[in-house]
C-alpha cells in the first residue's frame, strides 16, 4: 500500500494556530495554541499585572468539528498565570471553548444543530458522544444570555422543541435563523415549549426585524403557527418535513399493528 500527502485546508477562530497534526485511532488530533492577554487580574487577591505565563505539564484533548466524516480533536497544554503578589496560579481563559468542558464552542453549535432534526439519542449514537453532554450544551444554552445584532437581517425562522432523556420535564424551545438553509444558526433557546417560550424567543428580535421574516417553519402543533401569526405579519407557515413524515410513519406504524393482531 503507498501513502501519499494530502493538504486539507480546515477553518479556525481568529487567534489559534495549528502547530501539528497525527492520526490517532481513526481520529484527527490537532495540536494548536492560541493569543495569550498581555496582562491577567487575580481572582485571589485582585492584583493585575503583566501575564506571567507558564503551562501545565499535562495536555488537553478537546472535540471540534469533524473532519471528513471522522472525529477531530484539538490537543493544548493548558496556559496558567501566576500572579506576582500572592503566586496563586490560575489557568488563563481559552478563547475557543467554555471552562470545564471539553468541546469546543463550535462542536456546541453544531451539536445544537443536529439535535433539530433529530433525537438527543440519536445524535450521541451519530457522534460518539454522551447524552449526558448533549444535556450539558443544552442547559449551557438555557442560562447564556444571547444576543442578536439588530443589523442581521432575517428572512427565515425555525422553531424546534428538544427534550432530554433522563430529565423528561425539561424542555427547550430553539428558534434558527433559516435564511441560508445550507448554514442554519441558532439565534434563541428558551425553557419549556409554550407560547411562553416561544414568544421570549420571538422577542428577541427587533420589530424591524420581525417584519422582514417572510417564512416560518414549525412542526404539526397549534402552538408555534398561532404565536407567529400574531409576531411575524409578513411571515407564512411552512410545516417541516421532518415532523411531516415523522408523523406519516407513526400512523403506518399503528395500521402495521392494527393488522398484524387481526391477522
Not at 494548536?32 to 498581555?38: K, R, S
Amino acid at each position: 500500500m503507498t501513502s501519499v500527502a494530502v493538504e486539507v485546508e480546515i477553518d479556525v477562530p481568529d487567534g489559534v494556530r495549528v502547530r501539528g497534526y497525527e492520526r490517532h485511532q481513526g481520529a484527527h488530533v490537532f495540536e494548536v495554541e492560541f493569543d495569550l492577554p498581555a496582562h491577567c487580574r487575580c481572582p485571589k487577591c485582585g492584583h493585575e499585572a503583566a501575564a506571567n505565563v507558564r503551562y501545565k505539564d499535562n495536555l488537553l484533548a478537546i472535540r471540534d468539528l469533524d473532519l471528513l466524516g471522522q472525529p477531530s480533536f484539538w490537543l493544548y497544554q493548558p496556559p496558567m498565570h501566576q500572579c506576582p503578589r500572592c503566586r496563586q496560579r490560575t489557568q488563563i481563559f481559552t478563547p475557543f471553548k467554555r471552562p470545564h468542558v471539553t468541546y469546543t464552542y463550535r462542536f456546541e453549535q453544531w451539536v445544537l444543530e443536529q439535535v433539530v432534526e433529530a433525537s438527543v439519542e440519536e445524535v450521541a449514537r451519530r457522534l460518539s458522544i454522551s447524552a449526558e453532554m448533549i444535556e450539558g450544551i443544552l442547559e449551557h444554552q438555557l442560562a447564556a444570555e444571547r444576543r442578536i445584532s439588530p443589523e442581521r437581517v432575517i428572512t427565515s425562522v425555525g422553531f424546534d422543541e428538544l427534550s432530554l432523556k433522563k430529565r423528561h420535564k425539561l424542555y427547550a424551545t430553539l428558534m434558527s435563523d433559516l435564511s441560508d438553509p445550507d448554514h442554519p444558526l441558532i439565534l434563541a433557546v428558551s425553557k419549556g415549549r409554550d407560547r411562553a417560550a416561544t414568544e421570549a424567543c420571538l422577542a428577541k428580535l427587533t420589530s424591524e426585524q420581525r417584519s422582514q421574516v417572510r417564512s416560518h417553519r414549525t412542526d404539526m402543533s397549534a402552538v408555534y403557527p398561532q404565536v407567529c401569526q400574531e409576531w411575524l405579519p409578513h411571515s407564512q407557515l411552512v410545516v417541516d418535513r421532518f415532523h411531516v413524515a415523522k408523523q406519516l410513519g407513526t400512523i403506518v406504524d399503528r395500521v402495521r399493528k392494527k393488522h398484524a393482531v387481526t391477522s
